[in-house]
């Protein structure tokens, strides 16, 4: 299981402006006064900070995974209050046994299910949506970051489930 890449690459580069943002030198201001602008840094911070609150505004988390011998993709639906780790750090990247329940099939690769589905900027126009995933995927690519793909939805053959138990 993997968290949802949008989630999993937006906290990774929180993590790393912040980090950044440490080692940041202003030349122009070395004692920062009360009045010093924010830095491009902690812009960039902020609104990918935002971005991601909208994203896990509501009380479930998506986690995907893909089944043994390739057979489908999952999406698995949990609610954050019953996760004994709500950072998920003993769920991801990890190999699990899931009882659940089956939400919605899609057989085909014509359909998709949006892992954003539930989210304010679900309602963003599609080019918009599209340049925002080309400029996450591009720090990923050509500036060297080892951060998951940024995708808005996991194509068919895949399932939605909401767990009733997940065990090791």
């Keep these: 299981m993997s968290k949802n890449p949008i989630i999993e690459a937006l906290d990774n580069f929180s993590q790393l402006i912040e980090l950044a943002m440490k080692f940041e030198i202003n030349s122009t201001n070395a004692n920062k006064s009360k009045s010093a602008k924010p830095s ?3 812009i960039i911070k902020k609104q990918l900070d935002d971005l991601n609150t909208s994203i896990k505004i509501s009380k479930t988390i998506d ?14 639906t949990c609610n954050i209050d019953y996760l004994s780790d709500p950072n998920m750090s003993n769920l991801a990247d990890g190999k699990f046994f899931i009882l659940a329940k089956v939400t919605r099939t899609i057989d085909n690769d014509n359909e998709s299910i949006s892992l954003i589905r539930n989210t304010a900027i679900s309602k963003m126009p599609k080019h918009v949506l599209d340049e925002l995933k080309l400029a996450l995927n591009k720090l ?3 500036e060297g970051f080892v951060i998951p793909e940024v995708g808005w939805d996991i194509d068919g053959p895949v399932i939605q489930v909401i767990p009733v138990a997940i065990y090791a």
């Design 40 to 42: 491009q840094l902690a």
């Design 63 to 76: 986690l995907t995974a893909t089944l043994p011998n390739n057979f489908c993709k999952a999406v698995i």
């Design 140 to 142: 990923s690519f050509s």
